[in-house]
């Protein structure tokens, strides 16, 4: 369909300049892109690292692998590495980063230096992260829930907590920079009606990063007071309440959830269109959903904290506003199904993880009605079911969006392809490990086994061994991508500007792109998604 | 293999129908949705690489319903949810009272009539059971799978939690909130007995007094006794017949004397002041346990009047269902000297 | 910062646009409201503070009351005024970049820089009284009468909410002196001014919070 | 684009009344007028902050765009304060769960 390419560019953005300096004090938006893409891929593969610790902990009942204070750290480091070191950044920073200002016709993001700035926040918080690996660890939860963390863990909450708290204003500062970039720096004729999904959900993605993680900020700040000056903010032999810190808490790691996983709908929303040829279902709604859920999942933390003290009527009131949540989730899913009818399906690599993807958030969603549901979260609250539903999100959507976009993004990133057989070989491996790793949990959860334990009763076996046996499917299934991924490097055939057909801007500059994308600022006349048009253009 | 815990409470049934309700949902949704996706990827599969299908622009009709319908769906679903968890959380009248302490890495129970247990925990078949808990450390969750019932256990305050017991047996009691190192060893076991066997059990536990009368012990060697006198009310508001009750304090407003109250007035007795009295009292923080706090507010339980409870005290042996427990009484027993023009005046 | 891009943006004080952008007014609108989406965060940062201090004064109005009496009310007017004038100067500054006037920006500037220092002299003034009168948490808190505890967290609450906005008054007063330098060499111009109406927008926000923070924390028990 | 410039009178006026503002929320402190203290101290604040808001940060004369913007951050900040106190202001209605 492409024609054959037989050459890169002579002049690209890899090429641009050499050396470590060019690197390390870019201000091209691709190569900082790539630079969040080495970091990321290092902290998954750390955070992967602890995972698997823990899964081979549990393939038997008793602590016996590691001791329970080293299990308690690992679960923690795990947790904490994932989500700060890994979801948060994953599809923003690095596919993000990469895309934004071409999907918009811009040379750049409205403030490049400010971009590095975020990645050597990320790179500063991340740093104090590992040294408290290096030192010992922590072991409060990723959640660092008070007065646990601020007076009894005597591992390093301090210098976890700056470590979240630097790396927070890196997030803060990508999402200011997206919504500037957006507003500011669209294409003559690129109006909000033509964005790219993606756009929309990372603008979405962006608003929560702006208004949320400062909250989060503070707390972990409080935290970090309480513990260095053994004053009393939240301990409540002080005077203090140890639920108010679940409240800031959850204000913004509710929220969070859409950071992480608001991406992963925009990058599905992309897939689904290029590799059906079809513009999407109902775009009107799709984009309206991701600002839906942006503003609306600030409004449900308290579900979080049914079984706490929080009071029955903020209970019914949180439980209340949460399935409203479902409905623009539901949107989604059903537009994209939707998008697929009548459509060009190809079964390439991204597309098989966006197949993946939406079976498993479909899951993954509708537990969420399971733990929303007051009197059923009683049972199931702080237990597996808890674990398998977070991970069907997290996981089993946003990672498999993200290896998706990384294969879709990976010919404009470098010019080109990769072996697609191996490539769908990966996807199929994950796709098993993730159900066979993570299915066995909902189980286990409503059979009442409690998380975060290191040993547990005889009768949750067979379940965790299952759970363990598909953690090491599915770390061969990430491990694969790495291999082909960094031999196609060199070995692999040119892709050419554009080799899956797709529209967008971001596919009609050369590959890999010029250091500021475009020879001239495109304009823009034709609605966004118009694969009917092309037919014209090949005939 | 199992897939259910035992279903051993009146609330687990319930919670589970939800369960099952839940399940059914999620199949029906998630089948369809992998359904419609299979069919439409085969059916619409690329034969030709060059082929470009026709757009179709949506429909508005198709986005209102599956807009409508998963919200009248969901609103069911959050009705139900609530109902159950109200009913979970709203304890009736004529519960047995048991008292729980949690702290790093055990847990403590105390029955009314002072016999204790170390994570274990013995109950009656039938009788509905209420638990108030504490924390003397960091947070836990007091949680028992076999009854569906889960409560954060919070140090500063007193969360509850009440289950019916429905089958003799042994059943897991976990701790469900990370609280440090041993937290997988926090974990016990709820014996349920039948209620003879339970009294039998009771009379060989080896009690050292009951709660109430450990609590008068220590509100005489507290000196508590000496301005709370029932028989001459001065300087501090007697304390029989308050438990329970309303109060009204200085500043207007108007509180219940429960067990959170009760343990605030102890420990910060300025924060709220009884309207009429002065602010005289010391405070006790840090001089009464977690244990000695809950043997007071036994105490002070059993001076309420009768009928006067807002819940779980022992008033009224005949209106309990199952197997009237004579032991209960005791309770209520003690200095009930009050009437009820004494406690109208105070209000 | 690459050193072509500098070497552009020193040479011609004019034509500071920077690559990304097509023109001027693209960057400054850009800038601009990069700098309100900065402190819509801002203002969330702060927030988890407020909700602190409402949650705690909801539940200890008694002790709130009682151990405002310790704080300085003189010195908290004083204060508000001082930091209200620094806006007012600040306000001043901006009116004369936007109108070209380099002298009278960098006398303003100065002025705003000045004010801020005051305040923030008077304010470990304060933190030093309280020093001596044992009241700094987690230092030498110490507390004779009845609600201890509660009467901590006001102050504990006082300590972190001042010393947070006294941190943001500091990077203010940086970006300030980054101003005047930048004014001296002639920088800034009618069209070229955005630096300093946003630095503006940040000055003037960290008022705001003390406009808020002065009833909350100093007129609490006056009337008691 | 168009830049208005506030004439110097309007922020000496600005800054007149905020000055009067701050003599009045102390004085009015002095008075115990119960709960309406807060309320009374809250609103003059909440004047102040219009003022300066709208004067001396332009918001009168900014797009529409901006005050969006401005919107989010007290939308947000309402959002966070007004459910927490949802917990803490309902913990007293029930036998469960009680304020501390």
């Given amino acids: 369909m492409s024609p054959i390419v037989t050459e890169l560019p002579k002049i690209h953005y890899l ?3 050499y050396g470590l300096k060019s690197w390390l004090l870019t201000t091209d938006h691709k190569r900082i892109a790539i630079l969040y893409l080495i970091t990321v891929t290092l902290y998954f593969f750390l955070g992967g690292f602890f995972a698997l610790l823990v899964r081979l902990e549990l393939m038997t009942p008793a602590s016996d692998l590691l001791r329970p204070e080293t299990y308690n750290r690992m679960f923690t480091m795990h947790g904490i590495v994932m989500i700060f070191f890994f979801l948060i950044p994953a599809i923003p920073a690095i596919i993000g980063n990469f895309v934004i200002p071409m999907m918009l016709g811009a040379r750049d993001l409205a403030f490049p230096r400010l971009n590095l700035l975020s990645w050597y926040l990320f790179m500063a918080g991340g740093l104090f992260t590992l040294y408290v690996v290096v030192i010992g660890g922590v072991d409060t939860g990723w959640t660092f829930y008070v007065p646990y963390s601020s007076v009894y863990s005597n591992s390093y909450v301090v210098a976890t907590g700056l470590g979240v708290f630097i790396t927070g204003f890196s997030s803060i500062l990508t999402g200011l920079n997206f919504v500037v970039t957006t507003h500011t720096m669209r294409a003559p004729g690129l109006t909000w009606g033509r964005l790219p999904l993606f756009m929309w959900s990372l603008y979405a993605t962006s608003l929560v990063q702006i208004l949320g993680t400062p909250v989060l900020a503070i707390a972990v700040a409080l935290v970090g007071i309480e513990r260095i000056w053994r004053v009393g903010i939240f301990d409540p032999s002080l005077g203090g309440d140890p639920i108010l810190y679940q409240h800031l808490f959850w204000f913004y790691s509710h929220p969070a959830v859409y950071i992480m996983v608001l991406p992963a709908f925009g990058v599905v929303s992309e897939l689904v269109q290029t590799f059906s040829r079809k513009r999407i279902f109902g775009y009107k709604f799709v984009a309206g959903a991701s600002i ?21 009527y903020a209970g019914l009131i949180f439980s209340f506003l949460s399935y409203f949540i479902a409905v623009p989730s539901g949107i989604k899913v059903f537009n994209w199904t939707a998008t697929l009818y009548k459509g060009s399906v190809s079964y390439q690599t991204p597309m098989l993880y966006t197949f993946g993807f939406i079976g498993l958030f479909t899951i993954g969603g509708l537990t969420g009605l399971f733990l929303a549901a007051m009197g059923l979260d009683l049972h199931v609250h702080d237990t597996y079911f808890v674990v398998a ?4 999100i997290m996981v089993g959507g946003t990672v498999m969006a993200y ?9 404009k990133m470098t010019g080109r392809l990769y072996p697609d057989a191996w490539g769908r070989f990966a996807a199929l491996l994950v796709f098993v490990g993730f159900n066979l790793t993570f299915f066995p949990q909902f189980l286990a959860g409503y059979l009442g086994m409690p998380r975060r334990y290191a040993a547990y009763p005889e009768e949750f076996h067979l379940l965790n061994v299952m759970s363990t046996a598909g953690a090491s499917v599915l770390a061969v299934g990430y491990l694969v991508p790495l291999i082909y991924l960094l031999w196609s490097l060199r070995h692999a055939p040119l892709a050419g500007p554009n080799p899956w057909g797709a529209r967008g801007l971001e596919w009609q500059t050369p590959s890999p792109p010029p250091t500021f994308n475009f020879e001239k600022t495109p304009i823009v006349t034709d609605e966004t998604y118009e694969y009917s048009l092309e037919e014209e253009e090949v005939v | 293999m199992r897939f259910l815990p035992p279903t051993a409470s009146t609330g687990a049934e319930s919670v589970d ?16 949705i992998f359904l419609s996706v299979t069919y439409f990827a085969i059916r619409y599969r690329r034969r030709d690489p060059r082929e470009c299908p026709r757009p179709v622009h949506g429909s508005a009709l198709l986005e209102s319903a599956w807009i409508a319908i998963p919200f009248v769906i969901v609103m069911f679903i959050f ?17 047995l009272q048991l008292y729980v302490i949690g702290k790093q890495w055990m847990w403590k129970a105390q029955h009314p009539d002072g016999q204790r247990e170390i994570n274990e925990l013995h109950v009656p078949l039938g009788r509905p059971v209420r638990i108030v808990m504490t924390s003397q450390d960091v947070i836990h969750s007091f949680y028992i799978p076999a009854f569906r019932v889960k409560r954060d256990v919070v140090p500063g305050s007193y969360t509850t939690m009440w289950f019916t017991p429905t089958k003799v047996g042994r059943f897991h009691l976990f701790c469900a909130e990370y609280c440090g190192t041993e937290h997988s060893g926090m974990i016990g076991w709820v014996t349920v007995m039948e209620p003879t066997d339970f009294e039998r059990w009771l009379s060989g536990a080896g009690a050292e007094g009951s709660m109430a009368a450990t609590g008068e012990k220590l509100f005489q060697r507290l000196g508590c006794a000496g301005c709370h006198r029932s028989d001459a009310p001065g300087r501090c508001p007697p304390m029989t017949g308050v438990f329970g009750s309303s109060v009204v304090l200085a500043n207007g407003q108007t509180v219940i004397a429960d067990e959170q109250y009760v343990r605030e007035s102890i420990l910060n007795p300025k924060a709220k002041i009884v309207a009429g009295y002065q602010p005289v009292m010391p405070s006790y923080q840090g001089q009464v346990s977690e244990d000695q706090l809950l043997s007071l507010i036994a105490y002070i339980r059993s001076l309420a009047a009768p009928g006067t409870t807002e819940a779980g005290t022992a008033v009224q042996p005949q209106a309990a269902p199952p197997a009237p427990q004579p032991r209960r009484s005791r309770v209520s027993e003690g200095p009930t000297t009050i009437t009820q023009p004494e406690r109208r005046q105070r209000k | 910062m690459s050193t072509r891009w500098r070497r552009r943006k020193l040479s011609e004080s004019t034509n500071a646009l920077a690559h990304q952008f097509d023109d001027l007014e693209q960057q400054a609108r850009s800038n601009t409201l990069g700098m309100w989406a900065f402190l819509a965060t801002e203002v969330l940062f702060f927030g988890g503070l407020f909700t602190a201090y409402v949650v705690y004064r909801h539940a200890f109005p008694e002790a709130f009351a009682v151990g405002s009496k310790h704080m300085d009310v003189v010195a908290g007017t004083v204060n508000t005024a001082v930091l209200i004038a620094s806006s007012l100067m600040m306000a001043l500054a901006v009116q004369s970049a936007q109108l070209g006037l380099r002298r009278p920006l960098i006398m303003f500037l100065l002025l705003t820089m000045t004010l801020g220092a005051v305040f923030l002299g008077i304010k470990a003034w304060e933190y030093h009284h309280k020093y001596v009168e044992n009241l700094v948490p987690g230092v030498n808190f110490v507390w004779e009468g009845p609600l201890r505890n509660q009467v901590q967290m006001l102050f504990l609450l006082y300590f972190i909410m001042t010393g947070t906005h006294a941190l943001h008054m500091v990077i203010g007063i940086c970006l300030l002196t980054y101003l005047v330098l930048g004014a001296r060499r002639g920088r800034f111009s009618r069209e070229y001014f955005f630096p300093v109406e946003i630095i503006g927008l940040y000055w003037h926000f960290v008022d705001l919070v003390w406009i808020f923070l002065f009833p909350l924390l100093y007129l609490i028990g006056l009337h008691l | 684009m168009t830049v208005h410039i506030t004439p110097r009178r309007t922020y000496y006026l600005v800054f007149a009344v905020l000055m009067i503002l701050t003599a009045t929320t102390t004085g009015v402190a002095f008075i115990d007028m119960g709960p309406f203290n807060v309320v009374v101290a809250l609103f003059i604040a909440s004047i102040k902050a219009v003022l300066v808001v709208l004067f001396f940060m332009h918001v009168l004369h900014v797009t529409n765009l901006t005050k969006v913007f401005v919107a989010a951050g007290i939308v947000w900040l309402a959002i966070l304060i007004a459910l927490t106190l949802n917990d803490y202001l309902t913990r007293g209605w029930d036998p469960i769960s009680r304020p501390f």
């Fill in chain 1, 15 to 17: 090429n641009a300049a």
């Fill in chain 1, 292 to 312: 839906g859920i942006a503003v609306y999942g600030f409004l449900v933390w308290g579900h979080h904290m049914f079984t706490t003290r929080q009071s029955v």
């Fill in chain 1, 389 to 392: 539903h977070f991970h069907y």
């Fill in chain 1, 403 to 411: 290896l998706g976009a990384i294969h879709y993004y990976w010919p």
């Fill in chain 2, 17 to 32: 129908s939800l369960y099952y309700f839940l399940v059914a949902l999620t199949f029906l949704f998630t089948g369809g």
């Fill in chain 2, 79 to 95: 009705g139900w949810g609530a109902k159950v968890y109200y009913d979970l959380s709203v304890p009736p009248t004529d519960a």
